[in-house]
């Protein structure tokens, strides 16, 4: 069996431990004001074209407010529905109509429902540059979920240029 130098494991140890220090520090890409407030008025904004008063709430990566929107005339529960759905969005990485769909047909992720801070109807939607999730959009206060997600699906065809 070949022996190992000391100073071959040295060289080694000193290599593992520069890979270990870049890996430290992350750059990550995060929603910014300008796209955040531009998208919750883009919301509304089409929301209120098919007749619906709502509120939109943008967050960024973490699940912290960046933006909030209502329109005249929306309930005041929307305010809460329209967070809880974003952050549910941004948390998971995923639609929450995809999600309330998906725990309604799959015994193991009924319990998702369970989970503090998460609220699965339609209406959250992650904000994604590339495959990375920047954030998140979540719309409350039309007639379902399903039309809080269109508003939201539109608003998002509306600044895809902004997401590069």
Sequence with gaps: MPRI???AIAITLCLLGTA???Q???TEKNMSLELANDLAARSVAACTANGYAVTATVVDRAGTVRAVQRADNAGP???EGSRLKAY???SAKNSTLAMMEGSQKNP???NLVHIP???LLGG???VKVGNEVIGAVGIAGAPGGHLDDQCGQTALGQVQDLLK
């Design 88 to 90: 549910t969005s941004a």
């Design 77 to 79: 529960h929307t305010l």
């Design 5 to 7: 130098s000391t100073t």
């Design 124 to 126: 959250g939607l992650p």
């Design 20 to 22: 270990a220090q870049a």
């Design 108 to 110: 193991g992720a009924a």
């Design 24 to 26: 430290a520090v992350r």
């Design 117 to 119: 801070g998460y609220l």
